[in-house]
């Protein structure tokens, strides 16, 4: 059932006048760009070296683990890589990694002190066909062929650190707010659950955005619909059961969303109704003075 509203809602100190249907076009996954009224600026777009340059830091925390519980072995083969990388699961990707290199290679083995720089090697090798000019990897293009996905998967990872550190670098902090310290105390709160989470990106807007800009830059599911605005979005998300659920940690954090720097808050939420599954979504979205949107998301899916 769709349902319809009139809200008259004062955000900072302007009056901004909302009607229409919560389950219309904010929920359609075919909306056409002429129907946007802002366009967005990715402030997280990352060039393979980037990308490459944080899966090697990933890649040698991972390496000197096993390193140091295993100094006996000089060279990895394929008999001895399980027992060279079992931790508990810690560093499956890293097993699978040196075991597809080995493979490629067609060697019996490689001396531990060479796994970096041939990771590395290899790493180059399958994405730099994807990047686009500057060597900038657009990710949600290139997984969208099916031939790139086994290797989007290993970097996934990767990129995401890599866009998030460019998205933090390129974003100007409002006033009052400091970016950098409401993601490490969402990090936080991420830690303490065992439910999805995700930090998402500041996104430069070039106007004052729609609820259907709004769920398009910020990659909000389709499903998911607009529940409340302004302050009360932000009780919402916080108290939103398979989200926060009233943490304390989440009580910073909606101390610095009250700054008169944000300008507006969004809640949205919902589930896989249409879709089939057991899953949900909470989000909270706000732009702040620079016209950048941001924000986070909790869920739970089966």
């Not at 140091?68 to 699961?89: E, K």
């Not at 709004?214 to 605005?229: C, F, G, P, T």
């Amino acid at each position: 059932m769709r349902r319809c509203f009139a809200v008259v809602l004062a955000v900072s100190s302007s009056v901004s006048v909302l009607a229409g249907c919560a389950a219309d076009a904010t929920n359609d996954p075919t909306v056409s760009e002429s129907e946007l009224r802002a366009s967005a600026q990715r402030l997280d777009r990352v060039t393979v070296a980037e990308i490459v340059a944080v899966d090697q830091e990933h890649m040698k925390t991972s390496l000197d683990a096993c390193k140091a519980r295993h100094p006996d072995i000089q060279r990895v083969t394929t008999g001895n890589l399980s027992r060279f990388t079992q931790s508990n699961g810690e560093h499956t990707s890293f097993h699978f990694r040196v075991e597809r290199l080995l493979r490629e290679l067609d060697q019996d083995s490689i001396a531990v002190s060479g796994i970096l720089s041939k990771l590395e090697a290899r790493s180059e090798r399958v994405l730099g066909p994807m990047a686009g000019a500057g060597g900038i990897l657009d990710y949600d293009a290139a997984s969208r062929v099916r031939a790139n996905q086994e290797e989007l998967f290993d970097h996934h990872y990767a990129y995401s650190v890599a866009a998030e550190r460019k998205a933090l670098d390129r974003a100007r902090n409002p006033r009052g707010v400091d970016l950098r310290e409401i993601r490490e105390q969402w990090r936080v709160l991420e830690r303490a659950t065992n439910l999805d989470s995700a930090w998402l990106n500041p996104v430069k807007m070039s106007g004052d955005p729609s609820t259907v800009d709004v769920k398009k830059a910020l990659q909000i599911d389709y499903e998911a619909s607009q529940s409340s605005w302004g302050t009360q979005a932000v009780e919402d998300f916080h108290q939103a059961g398979e989200g926060p659920e009233g943490s304390a940690a989440f009580e910073p954090i909606k101390t610095a969303l009250g700054a008169a720097s944000i300008k507006k808050r969004w809640y949205f939420s919902g589930g896989g109704e249409r879709r089939g599954g057991a899953w949900s979504r909470n989000y909270l979205a706000v732009l702040d003075e620079h016209n950048q949107l941001w924000g986070f998301m909790m869920g739970y899916s089966e």
